[in-house]
């Protein structure tokens, strides 16, 4: 994609976690120019927020490829490739070394957050001369930097969905913020005392909300007073409970079946068909209402309702999302969790993450817009393909391979109510296949992935959903 007006200026990638170090690590190997934008004070900023956490998938597939080879060339060893990391892992074990690696630590600028990516002198009504043009990427300190590409692996951690079933805050959300957490806080350790002996309502399906579940109700077993409630939109938890003892990621389904004993006994108190309209705060308490009418009254909420991406810093670009999405307008139905889970998700690169306006992708998470199937070994592959097309090289950035496990279940509302004992999506549990093969790549799984390390169970919040 060489463009003699621009080539010395660097690709910008927005992000170091493991899709932004991922990128930096395929362009250093391939000698291409480039700057790393980290809006946090560290490699894997974000991650850090959930270092109690612990991925589902084993070290074998959350290391990226070229990551992998630059470390080793430097010494570095792989931790034990079956061992499942904690987020604080993660970060400490690979991130952090990655990070610092000469090929890498002088390409990466901390506490630069982008509020803004143009084309250098033009808006986006002009059309002359705009592939030719660098684009303009400006920071919060008011830094304005040029370059000849962008590659935004800036997540959807900083924007999480809303507790309103309609997209938007239910009526009083904002007003009882003081009652309300975000996904994954640390029960069972720096925020113990939040929960000891309280009354906590979890509203979400997806592994996040799950890892919360299980810590809550290990909490309840140490502190007496402890209740725990659990809010869905569906009328099935199916979608929580997984493939269980058919899921390809032994972890994962484990966890589906931790949830669903805790239910079943009792020590969680499910409320399906709860979709949340509004929210008030009482005192110490805060009550949730759905539109059915139901009540839940709690001392606390935790909302793991997912995460959407934010479009807003590229606003002066030409990008074509699809309007449901929020995913390039190619990639959309081939992530489009009412027909697809993260094990049926094909193959994709460079051209299916490609927007009329050349020369800027959106990678990992945030590719997939609201869609919650995405696993970190498609961003690592994301991040392949586009580097080898910035090198010109067609062939290899063409040549798209993923091996992703199945889930064990659907993602699609309509398919949960079927789905108990089956596989993705609708095979039956014991003839599934373990993964859809269509080809290898070096990595497999896993975009964080969560549980807290005391609780002995793992969870996750990149697939399939929230």
Not at 267 to 287: C, E, P, Q
Request: with cysteine; hydrophobic share 40%; aromatic share 4%.
């Amino acid at each position: 994609m060489s463009n003699r007006t621009t080539d010395s200026l660097p690709v910008v990638v927005i992000g170091a976690g493991p899709v932004g170090l991922a990128a930096a690590a395929e362009l250093a190997e391939r000698g291409i120019g480039f700057l790393v934008l980290e809006s946090g004070p560290t490699a894997g900023a974000a991650i850090s927020q959930w270092g109690h956490v612990r991925v589902f998938s084993p070290w074998r597939y959350n290391l990226a490829a070229a990551g992998r080879r630059l470390l080793e060339a430097d010494g570095w060893s792989a931790p034990d490739l079956d061992h499942l990391p904690t987020g604080a892992e993660l970060v400490t074990d690979y991130l952090a070394p990655l990070a610092k690696l000469s090929a890498l630590s002088p390409s990466i600028r901390y506490d630069a957050r982008v509020t803004a990516i143009a084309r250098d002198g033009i808006d986006r009504i002009r059309t002359a001369g705009r592939e030719n043009t660098p684009f303009l990427i400006r920071l919060a300190d008011g830094t304005e930097i040029t370059a000849q590409a962008v590659i935004d692996a800036s997540g959807t951690w900083p924007t999480p969905n809303v507790l309103g079933a309609s997209g938007l805050p239910a009526h009083g959300e904002t007003d009882a913020a003081a009652h309300i957490d975000g996904a994954m806080p640390d029960v069972l350790g720096s925020d113990r005392d939040r929960y000891a002996g309280k009354h906590t309502l979890v509203v979400g399906a997806g592994y996040s909300a799950a890892n919360t579940l299980l810590s809550l109700a290990q909490l309840a077993d140490e502190e007496p007073g402890t209740r725990v409630s659990w809010a869905i939109r569906t009328g099935t938890p199916a979608r929580t409970y997984g493939g269980e003892d058919a899921d390809a990621l032994a972890a994962r389904g484990a966890l589906g079946s931790h949830v669903h004993a805790l239910v079943d006994t009792g020590r969680i108190t499910l409320h399906t068909g709860f979709s949340t309209t509004r929210i008030a705060a009482n005192g110490g308490t805060v009550t949730v209402t759905a539109s059915s009418g139901a009540t839940v009254t709690a001392d606390r909420v935790v909302s793991a309702t997912g995460y959407r991406p934010d479009h807003t810093i590229t606003t002066e670009l030409r990008l074509d999302l699809d309007p449901i999405m929020e995913a390039t307008r190619s990639l959309a139905p081939l992530i489009d969790p009412n027909e697809h889970s993260c094990g049926t998700v094909p193959p994709h690169g460079v051209d299916e993450l490609s927007h009329p306006e050349p020369g800027y992708w959106a990678v990992g998470a945030k590719s997939y817009g609201r869609a919650p199937t995405f696993l970190m070994a498609t961003g690592f592959e994301q991040v392949r393909s586009i580097a080898a097309a910035l090198a010109g090289d067609w062939e290899a950035a063409r040549d798209v391979q993923l091996d992703l496990p199945e889930t064990g279940v659907c993602s699609t509302d309509s398919a949960l109510g079927d789905a108990a004992g089956g596989s993705c999506c609708g095979t039956p549990a014991a003839t599934a296949p373990q993964g859809l093969s269509t080809g290898v790549v070096g990595g497999l799984l896993s975009l964080p992935i969560l549980n807290n390390p005391h609780a002995g169970v793992v969870a996750d919040s990149g697939c399939c959903g929230s």
